[in-house]
């Protein structure tokens, strides 16, 4: 055990997802197990450069694994952008006497983190906390779980009403620059087409696959489109260009929007949380920092941030090749 790390501080940043505060309260408990201190940030780095803290002990985290959100809450600091402002938030890390920082967030959060550790080589490790699951060097990332299901229940429901009035759905669920909500839950679903942005299906390839799946005796389809897919300038002029072009589909749009990152996490990413924030903070007592924790094939690992967040969202083929088998 590292002799230097008696005090551990916790933050969230960025967008929220279901399971971050099981890996809050992972955090708090494994200091109180290894007896040490842990201060809760709020706001993110927005609540360090304004010294917004408040100490943590097992019974501060008491009934949170089963609340979604993030009970430290969550913003994106402007602050934190500049010099000025991290050195206060490095300044009141030093008063308050913390050792060693876990940050839970997206790659943003992981940016903020590797600036933070240049200038200032603060150790600190991360947890993968975002509903996208757009991080390298884990399979999966906190909230990604509980958000398909959220969206495949929803996809559900709207297949009710495009099966009852035989109507074409848009479903646009989050994903700016990944597709894996989309892909997986259009599988998941049973969609008819996944639109995803690091594909480029076009117009024509689209409207002909609707015309194969109206000649197969489809009468209502569901689409499923992330909202970083081009396709169209975006799902409402992609709904209009369908319904010029398919006159025998009445078309309808649904933004699913931040429902996907609300709710009760899953088991899934309970348990997943849980054993990224034990690890975080075995990483740190193990002297290991500027990494982030991860989980390849079910087991615990840990990466450099840079790598982290290095190159572009790889996607499955396989998945890819299920989705166009099963909707024909």
């Known amino acids: ?35 040490l201190e842990c201060v809760g940030m709020f706001r993110g780095y ?4 304004e010294g917004d803290f408040k100490a943590l002990d097992a019974r501060s985290v008491k009934n949170i694994i089963n609340r979604g959100g ?47 550790n240049e200038e200032h080589d603060f150790p600190t490790v991360g947890i993968p906390g975002t509903i996208d699951n757009d991080i390298n ?15 495949v229940d929803a996809i559900d429901k709207i297949r009710d009403t495009a099966n009852s009035h035989n109507r074409l759905f848009l479903v ?12 997986n839950a259009g599988i998941g679903a ?21 015309r194969r799946s109206k000649k197969s005796g489809k009468s209502s389809s569901i689409i499923v489109v992330s909202e970083g897919d081009q396709i169209g300038k ?19 749009v649904t933004v699913l929007g931040h429902i996907q990152r609300g709710g009760s996490p899953s088991c899934f990413d309970r348990v997943l949380a849980s054993r990224m924030g034990v690890g975080a903070v075995d990483a740190l007592l193990n002297n290991e920092r500027n990494i982030m924790i991860g989980v390849v094939h079910n087991k615990m690992t840990s990466v450099a941030f840079s790598e982290a967040l290095k190159g572009e969202n790889k996607l ?13």
Request: with cysteine; glycine share 10%; aromatic share 8%.
């Open 1 to 35: 055990m590292s002799l230097n790390i008696k005090k551990i501080g916790v933050l969230t940043s960025g967008g929220d997802a279901p399971g971050m505060n099981a890996a809050i309260r992972a955090v708090v408990r494994s200091c109180a197990f290894h007896k």
């Open 46 to 49: 927005e609540g360090l450069i």
């Open 70 to 116: 993030t009970f430290l809450k969550s913003a994106r600091s402007k602050g934190f952008f500049t010099k000025e402002g991290r050195q206060k938030a490095y300044d009141n890390l030093k008063k308050e006497e913390i050792d060693a920082l876990v940050v839970i967030g997206g790659d943003g959060t992981f940016t903020g983190a590797i600036v933070f």
């Open 137 to 151: 060097g884990t399979d999966y990332t906190i909230g990604y779980d509980t958000a398909l299901n959220t969206v």
């Open 172 to 183: 646009e669920v989050m994903g700016r620059d990944a597709g894996d909500i989309a892909l």
């Open 190 to 210: 049973g969609a008819e087409e996944i639109l995803i942005p690091e594909e480029d299906m076009g117009k024509d390839r689209l409207i002909a696959s609707l």
């Open 234 to 252: 975006n799902i409402f002029s992609l709904a209009k260009y369908i319904e010029e072009n398919m006159e025998s589909y009445e078309v309808r």
């Open 316 to 328: 499955d083929l396989e998945l890819i090749r299920v989705a166009d088998i099963t909707s024909i």
